[in-house]
C-alpha cells in the first residue's frame, strides 16, 4: 500500500510538471504572440508587457509569491507544495521557450487552439490536484467554497483580466481572450472528467438467467440485477446494470440482438468509472 501511495504521488507530481510545461507553450505559442490577455496571471503578464515590455515570466513569478501563501493558508500544505511545483514550472517554460520559432499571432487561431492547449494543461495538472498558482489557485479555492467546477471557477476569476484587456488593447481582442478562456473552460472539465469510451447498458428483461450468463461468459464483466415493474404490463422484470468497453458494447449488442431481441436495452455513454474491472484491476474469486 505504501509503495502504491508513492506511485500515486509521483505519478501526480509528474502530472503537474507536464501540465504545467504545456500552460508555459500556449502562453508563448499562441497568447502572447496575438497579444491575447486570456484571463489569469499571464494575462496580466500580457498587458503589462503590452505597457511597459516587462519579462512575462518574471511577472508571473513575482505575482505568484503572495498568492503562493493564501493557497498555502486556505488549502493546505499538500496542495501549495503542488502549487509550488506548478507556480515553477509554468513561467520556467515561458522563460527557456521565449525564442521559441512556431507562433500563431492570428487571434481566431490563437484563441481556438491555444485555448484547447491552455486547458489540457490546466486539466492535467489538476487531475494532479495542484495547481499553477495565480488566479488558478483563486480558482481553485472558489471551487472549495462553492462547489462550482474548476471550468467555470477559472471563468469566473479571468473575467476582470479580459474587461482590462479591452482598454489596453481594443474590444475585438478581448472578445477573442473571452473565447479563449470559454474554450478553455470546456477543456480543463473534459480532461478532469476523463471522459472514457465505456458504456453503460441497462436491460430489461424477464430472462434474467440468460442475460446473466451472456455477460458473464461473453463479456467478462459483473453486473447489477434490479427488481422493477413493467409500467404498462404491470409484471415484474429484471433490469440488468453493467459497464462494459466500447468494443465490447457492440459485441454485446449483436449477441442480445440475436439470442435475446425482445429484451429492452439502454446503451449510456460512461464518463469516467471507478472501482474493479475499469480503475482497479479485474479480481477472480478461486475455487476451493
Known sequence: MKLTLQTKLIIEYLSIIFGAALVGLAYNIFFLPARLAAGGVSGISTILYELY??????????????VFFIGLMLLGKDFSLKTLVGTFF?????WISSDIPFT???PLLAAIY????????LGIVYRGKGSTGGLATVAQIVKKFTGLSSGYSQLIVDGLVVITSAFVFNLELALYAMMAIYVTSKVIDFVQLQT????LVLIITEQEEKIQTIIKEEIDRGLTKIRSIGGFSNQEKTMIFCVVEQQEAVYLK?????????SFVVFLNASEILGRGFSLSKFHETAR
Open 114 to 121: 491555444g485555448g484547447i492547449l491552455l486547458g489540457i494543461g
Open 90 to 94: 509554468v513561467p520556467f517554460t515561458i
Open 104 to 106: 500563431i499571432d492570428n
Open 254 to 262: 449483436k449477441v442480445l440482438q440475436e439470442q435475446e431481441p425482445a
Open 53 to 66: 515590455q516587462y519579462n512575462p515570466a518574471y511577472v508571473q513569478w513575482l505575482i505568484n509569491i503572495p
Open 196 to 199: 472514457s469510451p465505456s458504456k
